[in-house]
């Protein structure tokens, strides 16, 4: 978009994750409200009108009957905060900024659950950590905005030699193969699985996507429909 229009537009881009997601959004609340017993609380239908499901989702008072929907209050908090960081941001800082994010995120709950189990006890705050900042996973949003950055970076003047070694077929490989028996093993550490896991898929994606010696060809015009809108 910068580079057919010289700039980016906020309101554009918001529009467009709008369109994209509020009406699907919108229509499984409907049709779980008028097919499900169920009735929610008058705190859990603001919650799910402000699209912060997540929210209602941390504090014990979720849309029962479609449970995941706080994935899509993440989803839409992450793409009302991310581009305004990128737009004030240089260039230059990104790179830096997302890293202190991401680090920043990954730690926090763990921060937040060691003082309360040694100071606090307070089973509230427990659960609301464990659901709205394990849940919510900024910090592997994150690492897919770094690997956004790391392509663009090695695309122009200021790519940097160890990013080639993120474009290693071997590495590629081995971060394919670790990711598919991961994922498909179910095999977890005791922490910072999911961080791991996006790092992994951050590498297969943008190598698959950008890296012309693998000789993988993605682009067809479904892709290109998906990545417009």
Known sequence: EKEQYGKISLKDFWLRRIFRIWPVYYLVLLISAFFFETVPSGKTIAYALAIMPN??????????????????????????????????VPRKHLRWLLLLIIVGFAILPHAVD????????????????????????FDCLGIGCLAGC????REGAVSRKWMNFLYNKWFFIVCLIAAVVFWGANLEFSYFTDEF????????????????????????????????I
């Not at 706080?70 to 990128?86: A, H, M, R, T």
């Not at 790092?199 to 290109?224: G, Q, R, Y």
């Open 55 to 88: 929210f209602s989702h941390a504090l014990e008072c979720g849309w029962s009957t479609s449970p995941q929907i706080w994935s899509i209050g993440v989803e839409n908090q992450f793409y009302l905060l991310f581009p305004i960081i990128v737009m004030l």
């Open 114 to 137: 060691f003082l309360n189990v040694r100071l606090w006890n307070n089973a509230d705050l427990a659960s609301f950590n464990r659901k709205f900042f394990f849940g919510s996973k």
């Open 150 to 153: 790391i392509y663009i970076e």
């Open 197 to 228: 896991m996006a790092a992994l898929f951050a590498v297969v994606i943008l190598n698959m996507c950008t890296n012309s010696d693998l000789k993988i060809n993605i682009e067809n015009k479904v892709t290109k429909f998906l990545g417009k």
